[in-house]
């Protein structure tokens, strides 16, 4: 077993082999971990919300059911949750444009460049930008389609265990969000635990 | 102003000057239309599901907001909407794979490679595949999250004017999907209705 440290406001990726499983766990509690699966053999198929969310007939897949790819293949499921259960998978990463609209003058770390980054540290510069899987994110769905922004409610130690259903790159970002209130006003860090195949 | 009709079960695209605008017509009713824009400039930028939930905190913009692109400007404004205003951002183009998962042995025309064919025939061969925009399509989110497939409700001549923000090119899918019964088990045509500037 293999502990890799996303600290807060940065991301990390690794590479998992079919069949092996991550847990992502959120260490301090009420933070929120965007995650993203490409394919190894080819980084132009990745995990798609829009697929998943047709596949699953729901906004959410409950354990035990897969996350697919933008070919509908499943690449990632979610085998467990300690957490209070609140994901999000309709809003994109967090990127500079999201920040300078916010008001933000100048640099501010975001979900976009942190996988960026983790890809690039893969040997993977040249990727699609997918729309993530928000990890404990709690963006209530409300009456006539509104969304909510409230805070994560997930607790120190919660995990989400996710197996890998084909060889892939799994990248994690602690969300640097410090302006809405979704990390609760303090971006903290994030696990990734590999587990031994 | 111009008419592209849309035949059932097939694509088409045009070239939207900013400013200018476009109608969406249902010409028999119950008809699904996926809807994609790409900058003409640069088609790497495109409208965006996730993005456009995330400015408008809703999961699907109200006339007057804007669709917004993966860069989060403002590509489409949402004008006018004749139909019962039921459409949908949550579900994937159809595509070859969710033919073959739903038992369909062969080819079937899908929303997937009639974008692909509307954009080549446009001289965009190389493209990223945007979530659609789903109009006229009936997906509700019912009690935890769990989506239904519904046929879609708008009537003969129901339309839905879309009007760009900057050069774009618009693609219309008029939905081949005749499995599920979101198209009333009988895909009809689209017209794309290219008003003057």
Known sequence: MTIIEVPAREGRGVRVAAGQSVRVIDVDGGQVADTFAFRAEDVSEYHSAEHTRAVVSRLFPRPGEAFVTN?????????????????????????????????VAG??????ENLEHAMAALGQPDIEIPQPINLFMNIPVRAEGELGWEPAPSRAGDAVTLRAEMDCFVVVSACPQDIVPINNGNP???AIELLDL
Request: hydrophobic share 30%; charged share 20%.
């Open 71 to 103: 070919h509908r293949r499943p690449i990632l499921t979610l085998v467990d949750d300690t957490s209070p259960g609140i994901h999000d998978m309709l809003c994109a990463a967090c990127d500079p444009e999201r920040y300078t609209g916010l008001g």
């Open 107 to 112: 640099w501010h770390a975001s979900c976009r």
């Open 188 to 190: 903290t860090p994030i």
